[in-house]
């Protein structure tokens, strides 16, 4: 079995996930996401969901690791939400036309607003909080 690893202060998995094997990264994810689900006990999730772009083993790799975090939330009887990434970037005013444009206006946006200079998956998440702090009751 795979030995926990410790997250970091803002909950983003550590970097040191790189086997290239994506079952074996999956399975190292699982114990990484179950911790960090631990450690805050969270009372609502909310994910993005997960899209497809013209990369079917990708696709089918993050439908997967979507899986395993479905089995978390339900061992802990955690409620969640899929939000749609077209929704959360909507309503942060999140413009363009490429992946590499939402990535740099997350940043941005989280950068303005909060005054964090982080990666594009860190100021992604805080847009998805953004949004369900405002929408989610």
């Excluded at 950068?111 to 847009?127: L, S």
């Amino acid at each position: 079995m795979w030995e926990n690893k410790k997250l970091t202060d803002y909950g983003k998995l550590n970097s040191d996930i790189k086997e290239n094997n994506p079952i074996e990264r999956m399975n190292r994810m699982y114990f990484l996401i179950k911790d960090l689900l631990h450690k805050h006990n969270p009372e609502y999730v909310v994910l993005e969901n997960v899209q497809f772009q013209n990369n079917y083993k990708t696709y089918a790799q993050l439908s997967q690791m979507q899986g395993v975090v479905f089995s978390l939330l339900f061992e802990r009887e955690l409620g969640f939400l899929l939000i749609e990434p077209t929704a959360w970037r909507s309503f942060c005013g999140i413009k363009g036309r490429k992946r590499a444009e939402h990535k740099a206006a997350a940043i941005q946006l989280v950068n303005d607003k909060f005054q964090i200079d982080t990666d594009e998956d860190t100021a992604e998440a805080i847009c998805i909080g953004v949004w369900a702090s405002s929408n989610i009751n």
